[in-house]
């Protein structure tokens, strides 16, 4: 996805998640409030998202393809601390080195989770660092591969190099990138 010189994307897309009447789930007790950073970098003019690969070794979701994300702790003061949290935590992610844009919908998963994907735009100059406890591998994938056909819809899922994102992730990839199209179409 293509966004030529200057940052007039991020001022557009912050207002587009500012403004849309974004989808809530009801309280449960069922469901656990959790967040996942949905990193967007600009890189050469194109956008990109950083996805991880969950570690092998874990007892849940491992080898899956994610956000940086989890659970909301009782000390994290919103679900954007939530996010910019399991960031760093993850992938070293410092929360300064985000400026975080807004959320999008709220998403209900099997597992009993409602998560909040909360946006951000991640400073280019940033590495990653995997928390080898949780994270095998972070990689870049161009945000126009989720405006395409699904390579399976279901489960709903795309193929990024040698990686396959699918479900709640691939979801809310999709939606991102669906929300960037439009802001990028407006003259």
């Known amino acids: 996805m293509h966004v030529g010189n200057g940052s ?6 912050a207002a587009s998640l500012r ?3 974004a989808v809530r789930l009801r309280a449960s007790s069922s469901r656990a ?22 570690a092998s070794h874990l007892r849940k979701h491992r080898g899956e393809v994610a956000f940086p ?6 000390s994290d003061a919103d679900l954007v601390a939530t996010a910019l949290r399991e960031a760093h ?8 080195a985000v400026d975080v844009l807004g959320a999008m919908d709220e998403l209900p998963t099997f597992t009993g989770f409602g998560i909040t994907p909360v946006v951000g735009v991640v400073d280019p100059a940033w590495v990653p660092v995997a928390n080898r406890d949780e994270v095998d591998a972070v990689f870049m994938a ?5 405006l ?20 709640a ?16 179409a407006k003259p």
């Open 148 to 167: 395409a056909r699904p390579a399976w819809p279901t489960p709903f899922g795309y193929v990024v190099d040698d990686h396959w994102v699918w479900g």
């Open 8 to 13: 007039r994307w991020r001022d557009d897309l």
């Open 142 to 146: 161009p945000l126009g591969r989720f």
């Open 33 to 54: 409030a959790a967040a996942v950073l949905v990193p967007i970098v600009e890189h050469n003019g194109e956008l990109f998202l950083w996805l991880l690969r969950r």
């Open 89 to 96: 935590e993850e992938v070293g992610l410092a929360p300064g």
């Open 69 to 74: 994300g989890g659970k909301r702790d009782e």
């Open 169 to 184: 992730t691939a979801k809310m990839a999709r939606q991102c990138a669906a929300i960037v199209e439009d802001c990028l």
């Open 19 to 21: 403004l849309r009447p």
